[in-house]
Nanobody, 122 residues
Framework: VQLQASGGGLVQAGGSLRLSCLASVRTFSSYGMGWFRQNPGKEREFVAAISWSGGRTDYADSVKGRFTISRDDAKDTAYLQMNSLKPEDTAVYYC????????????????WGQGTQVTVSS
């Protein structure tokens, strides 16, 4: 299983970015997908997740109302739409996958993507 994250970049506070995670898997619809972020010297933190059925989404309190996770099973891709970005959203963002499971923490993750840098300037 390979996860390829893309879409990061530099944006001003208040701006938007959309991250994509393309999964090289046989049955993408069998995987719960999630996004985490990490800054140097800090633990990787949960950002958002979507169930393998797509019927359930969860968000960290810090991003609720600003970020939206979604999936397109026909394209084997998960997305993270990030609006109203703040400087504190700056981090490397990692996509994650769990086999027939809904991700709620690092311990639920079976596969990690390589990370994409998001930098929000003030």
């Amino acid at each position: 299983v390979q996860l390829q994250a893309s879409g990061g970049g530099l944006v001003q506070a208040g701006g938007s970015l959309r991250l994509s995670c393309l999964a090289s898997v046989r049955t993408f619809s069998s995987y719960g997908m999630g996004w985490f972020r990490q800054n140097p010297g800090k633990e990787r933190e949960f950002v958002a997740a979507i169930s393998w059925s797509g019927g359930r989404t969860d968000y960290a309190d810090s991003v609720k109302g600003r970020f939206t996770i979604s999936r397109d099973d026909a394209k084997d891709t998960a997305y993270l739409q990030m609006n109203s970005l703040k400087p504190e959203d700056t981090a490397v963002y990692y996509c994650a996958a769990a086999v027939q499971n809904t991700i709620t923490s690092v311990s639920d993750v079976d596969y990690w993507g390589q990370g994409t840098q998001v930098t929000v300037s003030s």
